[in-house]
């Protein structure tokens, strides 16, 4: 069995691609839009990975 967290690319059935991303449990923590191809599924994640420790966190009024 594959370790958690991770990010998992699935695609719709409309032929789009998503990601959700697992924690340590194997729960979905978050979930992408869509995108037309797989690379830019890819370039979603790679994102995420470089952005998220430096995002910073707020609190809906």
Do not use: D, L, R, V
């Given at each position: 069995m594959a370790s958690h967290p991770k990010f998992l690319?699935?695609?719709a059935k409309d032929g789009q691609f998503y990601f959700n991303l697992t924690a340590k449990n194997g729960q979905v923590i978050a979930s992408?839009?869509?995108y037309t191809t797989k690379a830019a599924c890819?370039?979603?994640i790679a994102s995420v990975?470089?952005?998220a420790?430096?995002?910073e966190t707020e609190?809906?009024?």
């Open positions: 690319i699935k695609q992408s839009e869509m890819e370039n979603g990975k470089e952005n420790p430096n995002a609190e809906a009024a």
